[in-house]
């Protein structure tokens, strides 16, 4: 339901018209009308008509949100036009003053205010006030964007890939362009609502404005549709949609493919796709951000006497040199060997950290050798705060 235009209400007027009978009048004397809309007794309709326009659009409530001043004002105005601007009421007002027009139902002529309506029309509910009152709505829309999900393997995430979703989506109708009508015909005007898009009841004073339901609003019809979309300008159709996914994505990521979405409505611009990644977790690499991180397990022997070993990375077997006497938890870095830096220059890093493994289930020979080296070693067994020993992890680049 749209508001249309402003009554006023009766119950007012016919306060105000009691100060007449009761006699009261110091404290209730309504204003002289010609006052009100600011013109002299002898103005034209013509200036009357522009008089009041002029205050209507000044203190309308829709321009005066919670202003009762502005609100009394209108309707003041109202009010004052709605008896000079009936030729008999601006007469008997005109001999009898307040009393001659309110005498005998104190209220207004309907057809007077059906006039008001259309002055209020054609200021509020389509020019200055729009989406208030009385704008027809429009066929052409943009059309809705679309969301698909994405899996992807983890080294698709890391370099990028292109292929393709499956997308359910309005597109424009290739038969009548978007128009929805059979070729050669046009929509034509709505009858019901005879192009407005809008219904008005009159209901005492106020005048409410409903959405024609013949044209839901859009002022006009279609008569003669188009065979293929039924009049919708549009059609369901199922495709694949190429989709280039750029490296360095991660999962959640979501990219936005503008325009892919569904066509608009009678050639309205389309709506966008956006593409939502789910990227499956690597057997042994963790992403953060563009760097990667994994565990290598090295033996007490590589870690105390130094080694080289064999790192895998995205772009192919690495070789790490594992120095002397390395702590267990040290982490290495190998540069760029990490994820492309999305929409960026560069990759991040992969951090390697190696642990080194107790040897369990040992043969008599490997317990004798041991036994044999822990009597030349020397132990240290004494406790160390745990932040100290945390110092021991180094990084190397
Ligand atoms: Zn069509
Ligand atoms: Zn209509």
Not at 32 to 56: H, P, T
Not at 177 to 191: I, L, S, Y
Not at 316 to 336: A, D, M, S, W, Y
Request: hydrophobic content about 30%.
């Amino acid at each position: 339901m749209v508001w249309v235009g402003h009554g006023f209400s009766r119950d007012v007027y016919l306060n105000k018209n009691s100060c007449f009978t009761d006699g009261s009048l110091a404290t209730n004397t309504k204003r002289d009308y010609y006052e009100i809309l600011g013109v002299e007794r002898s103005a034209s309709e013509q200036e009357i008509k522009s008089a009041y326009r002029k205050l209507a659009m000044q203190h309308h409530p829709d321009r005066n949100p919670n202003d009762p001043a502005a609100e009394e004002r209108f309707k003041e105005a109202s009010e004052a036009y709605s008896v000079l601007a009936d030729g008999d009421k601006r007469a008997a007002y005109d001999r009898f003053g307040h009393a001659g027009v309110n005498a005998g139902g104190g209220g207004f002529d309907e057809t007077v205010f059906h006039d008001f309506h259309d002055i209020l029309g054609d200021f509020f509910g389509f020019d200055l006030f729009g989406g208030r009152g009385g704008q027809r709505r429009t066929r052409v829309q943009r059309g809705a964007d679309l969301r698909e999900d994405l899996n992807l393997e983890f080294e698709e995430a890391v370099f990028g890939t292109e292929t393709s979703v499956n997308v359910r989506r309005h597109e424009t109708c290739e038969d009548c362009r978007g128009a929805g009508t059979a070729p050669g015909k046009a929509p034509v005007t709505c009858r019901t609502c005879a192009g407005h898009g809008q219904v008005r009841h009159q209901q005492g004073f106020f005048s409410i404005a409903r959405t024609c339901s013949t044209c839901q609003g859009l002022g006009q019809v279609i008569t003669d549709p188009c065979l293929k979309c039924k009049g919708h300008g549009r059609v369901l159709r199922q495709r694949a949609v190429e989709t280039k996914v750029p490296a360095g994505v991660e999962d959640g990521t979501r990219i936005r493919f503008s325009g892919l979405g569904e066509a608009g409505p009678f050639g309205g611009q389309a709506g966008d796709l956006y593409v939502v990644l789910h990227v499956k977790e690597h057997a042994f690499f963790e992403r953060e951000g563009s760097d990667l991180q994994c565990v290598v397990p090295v033996s007490i022997v590589q870690a105390t006497l130094g080694a080289e070993i064999k790192v895998p990375t995205l772009r192919g077997e690495h070789t790490l040199k594992v120095p002397e006497g390395t702590q267990p938890g040290t982490t290495f870095r190998i540069k760029n060997q990490g994820v492309p830096i999305l929409n960026g220059r560069g990759s991040g890093d992969l951090f390697v950290e190696v642990r080194v493994q107790t040897p369990t289930k040992l043969s008599k020979r490997q317990r004798e050798l041991l036994q044999e080296l822990s009597g030349t070693l020397k132990v240290e067994n004494s406790p160390q705060r745990r932040s100290l020993f945390g110092k021991m992890k180094e990084m190397f680049s």
